[in-house]
């Protein structure tokens, strides 16, 4: 007679119920359960920002975003995010290609490196480039000679929001690269594709949507930069002064001009995530299958 086969399902409840003292071998933990023990952190998170929209009204909103002061803290953060996603994608392409084709004890060392902004406060990443760029700093002095003063301008702007920012944009990268197949370089290597053609043809197109991931959640970091923007570059209104230095600025004047300016990168960072979490993974979901189809 055939052995009857348990599902591997219960078989794994099985063993677990027997490794696991004092378990019940009857699932009662339920999905239901998980969110009840989830719901007090989501209830710390949508509280606060929650509590922006409930405080602003909508005529508020309106009024607010007509005003000088709010309209070209928009432009400033538009013009000086997108030329960081710009720069990021123009100079840090090469690096995730290079951190993505060898495991060497320089390349780890190099990833590190481009780690470090991310972790370090932006405080510190703030000091660090007027001690670079400033017009004592090491590089500074020189460019002081040539007659050019980098801080508090707005391309001191776009210096501290690329440092803080083009690292999201480096990893997003060089995570695409290396989800290439290595037998499709291999089979250009065999159609006669040098390495330019093959990065060119094969290794972009494949890793087009983590580029464009990265690009996304790059210009959304760069979008609320912050602190090393106020220490490098200033706050100075109609040069310098972003978003988020606006809406530090209003806090100490008007509160109603901070709450516009914080609905809006709200709104900001909840379209990236939308963008990246839903219509990017699907769209590499849907390549994938129509490759290996």
């Given amino acids: 007679m055939a052995r009857t086969q348990t599902p591997l399902s219960l078989e794994k409840e099985i063993a677990l119920s027997a490794a696991v003292p004092g378990a019940r071998k009857p699932q009662h933990w339920t999905d239901r359960s998980w969110y009840l023990l989830a719901f007090p952190f989501l209830l710390f998170i949508a509280i606060p920002l929650l509590a922006m929209f409930l405080r602003l009204s909508p005529d508020d909103f309106w009024k607010n975003l007509r005003q000088d002061q709010v ?15 710009c720069i990021a994608i123009l100079l840090g392409t090469p690096v995730a290609y290079m951190l993505s084709r060898r495991r060497t004890r320089l390349n780890r060392f190099i990833d590190t490196l481009i780690d470090l902004p991310t972790v370090l406060p932006p405080a510190v990443a703030g000091v660090a480039l007027l001690m670079a760029f400033g017009r004592r ?23 501290a929001q690329t440092f803080i920012a083009a690292p999201l944009y480096i990893k997003a990268a060089t995570l695409g690269f290396d989800a290439v197949d290595c037998e499709l370089r291999k089979a250009a290597a065999l ?28 210009w959304a970091r760069a979008m609320g930069e912050f602190g090393a923007t ?12 972003t ?6 600025l209003g806090f100490e004047i008007d509160m109603n001009v901070a709450l516009t300016l914080s609905v809006i990168l709200i709104c900001f ?6 963008l990246v979490k839903g219509f990017l993974h699907r769209k590499v979901e849907t390549g994938l299958e129509d490759y290996y189809d």
Wanted: charged residues 5%.
């Fill in 230 to 241: 106020i220490i490098f570059a200033g706050n100075f209104p109609g040069r310098t002064q």
């Fill in 269 to 274: 960072a909840f379209l990236t995530l939308v």
């Fill in 137 to 159: 700093g090491i590089v500074g002095i020189w460019l002081a000679s040539l007659g050019i003063s980098l801080p508090f301008t707005t391309p001191a702007v776009i210096m």
């Fill in 243 to 248: 978003m988020p230095l606006a809406i530090y």
């Fill in 71 to 85: 309209l070209t803290a928009i432009r400033i953060s538009l013009i000086t995010s997108l030329s960081t996603v």
């Fill in 191 to 218: 159609d006669g594709a040098n390495r330019w053609q093959t990065f060119r043809y094969v290794m972009l197109p494949m890793a087009r949507t983590s580029i464009l991931s990265g690009s996304v959640m790059t």
